[in-house]
T-cell receptor, first 115, second 111 residues
Framework: GAVVSQHPSWVICKSGTSVKIECRSLDFQATTMFWYRQFPKQSLMLMATSNEGSKATYEQGVEKDKFLINHASLTLSTLTVTSAHPEDSSFYIC???????????FGDGTRLSIL | QKEVEQNSGPLSVPEGAIASLNCTYSDRGSQSFFWYRQYSGKSPELIMFIYSNGDKEDGRFTAQLNKASQYVSLLIRDSQPSDSATYLCAVKEGGSEKLVFGKGTKLTVNP
């Protein structure tokens, strides 16, 4: 149980393009979803927390107008990287948790490369 | 600033040995503790979680929690080369759903 699906796995696109990443909880209702970014050989960095039907809460230093998060249902959250630039190239990972004392379960991640 | 500290390693053990991974945390209000395994280039995978003081065993893995000492550990018995990965300790902030991650300990199990 507790499967989180993330799509796409890889994205390569030109600078200035907007990229949308989807995160779905397949077998549970995800009341809270999280978006992380991880640069090579570094630890996970939390970007934002989203609750279904509410605006996302962004961590300090994360531009909310650049990283648009939508959590429209209890099974789907999306992260859109707008006008992506090479410095946005990274490994983006979502996680989801349900109600009560539930662990966060991670999606497989999306490797984003901006040329 | 709430912190989770791990020895970055690398920790190297021979196949069949016990690997011991340690973690300390600063927030006394923390109630939930997690160990994730992350293979190179992959996303984290939940290994164990523990909420109460003492030991929790699941197969070859044992998580140990001591809230008084603000210390949590993960023991891997009969270590296998496939256990070679980075192990992330994570602590749920008191009153929040957010996790604070340590930087991870890289474990290498030598055949």
């Amino acid at each position: 149980g507790a499967v989180v699906s993330q799509h796409p796995s890889w994205v390569i696109c030109k600078s200035g393009t907007s990229v949308k990443i989807e995160c779905r909880s397949l077998d549970f209702q995800a009341t809270t979803m999280f978006w992380y970014r991880q640069f090579p050989k570094q630890s996970l960095m939390l970007m934002a927390t989203s609750n279904e039907g509410s605006k996302a809460t962004y961590e300090q230093g994360v531009e909310k107008d650049k990283f648009l998060i939508n959590h429209a249902s209890l099974t789907l959250s999306t992260l859109t990287v707008t006008s992506a630039h090479p410095e946005d190239s990274s490994f983006y990972i979502c996680s989801a948790t349900g109600t009560g004392f539930q662990p966060q379960h991670f999606g497989d991640g999306t490797r984003l490369s901006i040329l | 600033q709430k912190e989770v500290e791990q020895n970055s390693g690398p920790l190297s053990v021979p196949e069949g040995a016990i690997a011991s991974l340690n973690c300390t945390y600063s927030d006394r209000g923390s109630q939930s503790f997690f160990w994730y395994r992350q293979y190179s280039g992959k996303s984290p995978e939940l290994i164990m979680f523990i909420y109460s003081n003492g030991d929790k065993e699941d197969g070859r893995f044992t998580a140990q929690l001591n809230k008084a000492s603000q210390y949590v550990s993960l023991l891997i018995r009969d270590s296998q080369p496939s256990d070679s990965a980075t192990y992330l300790c994570a602590v749920k902030e008191g009153g929040s759903e957010k996790l604070v991650f340590g930087k991870g300990t890289k474990l290498t199990v030598n055949p």
